[in-house]
């Protein structure tokens, strides 16, 4: 694990963390572990963004760095506050949406070990829900495609929604593609229909060129294998 302490420019360490950190870092169960002091500079993020340390510990009384820190929690960095009881509302809103822990100043080599143990499972956490929810909205981005795909097959085949998906679930059997990429390419040759400059499209032409598979204008077969996309 790599390990910020952040200082003012004049190398401040008002609440004591540096020699505790060190402690810390000395344990035989963190040899592998990081510990570096970085000041406050202008270049904070472009320093965080190159090294990428997992945890940036600092003292609440640096008030230079409070309307910076909404940035910092951009890139998937944990935060430990050595703040007063009085301090901590100023972090309130910050720590209920990110891996934002605190210590008292001048906290014990236990505490701050147990902060670093929470913040570490607090990364992880975090990342693992932005992974649900990046996959909630490629399932819903595929069903909005699959959905528009069987739309143009209504319209232009005169079938059912269900019989459209059908078609389109076989054609994904026989080229053992996902369903939204069969959907996608559908709908991107369908961009290939709209009017020409004289009013005219020619879908005949491009269910036949391959690019729009022309066996979805056919009834499918159910006796078609392989891996189904969904």
């Not at 100043?105 to 992974?131: C, D, G, S, V």
């Not at 528009?148 to 929604?161: S, T």
Request: proline share 6%; with cysteine.
């Amino acid at each position: 694990m790599r390990v910020w302490l952040l200082q003012g420019r004049q190398g401040e360490d008002p609440s004591g963390l540096w020699p505790i950190l060190r402690q810390w870092a000395d344990q035989p169960g963190n040899a592998g572990c990081s510990l570096e002091i970085c000041p406050l500079t202008v270049d904070l993020l472009n320093r965080i963004l190159a090294h990428r340390p997992e945890v940036l510990v600092f003292a609440a009384s640096l008030g230079s760095l409070r309307s910076r820190i909404e940035e910092i929690l951009t890139l998937n960095v944990g935060l430990v506050i050595a703040a007063e009881e009085s301090q901590v509302d100023a972090y309130r809103d910050l720590a209920e949406r990110h891996p934002v822990l605190f210590v008292q100043p001048h906290p014990t080599l236990e505490a701050m070990a147990f902060a670093f143990r929470n913040t570490r499972m607090a990364l992880r956490r975090q990342q693992y829900w932005k992974i649900q929810v990046e996959q909630l909205h490629q399932r819903l981005n595929d069903r909005i495609i699959i959905e528009r795909a069987k739309g143009v097959l209504v319209q232009r085949l005169g079938i059912g929604e269900e019989e459209a998906y059908k078609r389109l679930r076989v054609l994904s059997r026989r080229q053992r593609r996902q369903i939204r990429d069969i959907a996608q390419s559908l709908l991107d040759a369908q961009t290939l229909l709209l009017p020409d400059s004289n009013g005219h499209g020619d879908s005949e032409s491009v269910l036949g060129s391959g690019v729009l598979p022309s066996r979805l204008s056919t009834p499918p077969r159910e006796t078609e294998t392989g891996p189904e996309g969904s």
